[in-house]
């Protein structure tokens, strides 16, 4: 198993959310699983393995090619967040997860956003000319 303390937080975080998902879902109907629930399940794979992308990618000042790639895996993981967001509530609503787990999640989304943004602004910050 990987030492999660040298990972970013926010993969952490992502990894943490994802797993609450899995775990959530699988006592979803029946009737949804093949739906939205495996919808759901897809873009929380999918936030993991953009952040894992993104941080793959090596910057240097003045390469904007690679800081222009990096800056959009961290727009996809932003958008697959509210995507993930969206469906959970969609979820709550059909009566497929219940409203505590809803909060869990939507509260597991906010903190993975807010390390989103925050590793945006140190990216920037960092490779200001």
């Not at 939205?36 to 993104?54: C, D, G, K, T």
């Not at 787990?101 to 509260?107: A, G, W």
Request: positive net charge; hydrophobic residues 40%.
């Amino acid at each position: 198993m990987s030492d999660k303390t040298s990972e970013l937080a926010v993969i952490t975080k992502a990894k943490d959310l994802c797993s609450y998902i899995m775990t959530v879902t699988q006592k979803s109907p029946k009737h949804f699983r093949y739906s939205f629930v495996s919808r759901m399940q897809n873009i929380a794979l999918s936030i993991i393995e953009n952040l894992y992308r993104a941080n793959d990618i090596f910057l240097k000042k003045g390469d904007s090619i690679l800081i222009s790639h990096r800056r959009n895996k961290q727009r996809e993981v932003m958008t697959d967040l509210r995507i993930l967001g969206y469906f959970s509530l969609l979820a709550m609503e059909q009566k497929c997860i219940l409203p505590k787990q809803y909060q869990i999640i939507s509260e597991m989304i906010a903190d993975c956003v807010n390390l989103l943004v925050a590793w945006v602004a140190s990216d920037k910050r960092r490779l200001q000319p």
